[in-house]
């Protein structure tokens, strides 16, 4: 089982690999593990929607593999979460 620590270092690196600067925006934690949101520091520091993302949805970080699952924009992130869960029950 991992650590949020590793959780949120793994979150760092991951984004770090982007073309643009990018920031979490919304973190939390759930059964299966932490999801993480993100945008464009230019975004959030300066406000121009020419810098905002789009499509990026959010990842988690897997609470016993550690392992990284980037997640869809089309349901609501609860959903996902759930889904996520309900799959991986019996691993």
Known sequence: MIT???AL???KEYLKDSEVPLQITHEG???GGWFFC????EYLKAGNP?????????FIIDRQ???LHV???AKPLKEYLDDYV???AGE
Do not use: I, V
């Open 86 to 88: 309900r799959k991986n």
């Open 38 to 41: 993100y945008q464009s520091e």
């Open 9 to 11: 270092g793994r979150a």
């Open 29 to 31: 934690e759930f059964s």
């Open 71 to 73: 997640l869809g924009t």
């Open 50 to 58: 020419s810098a905002q993302l789009a499509g990026n949805g959010p």
């Open 65 to 67: 593999s550690g392992k």
């Open 4 to 6: 949020y620590e590793y």
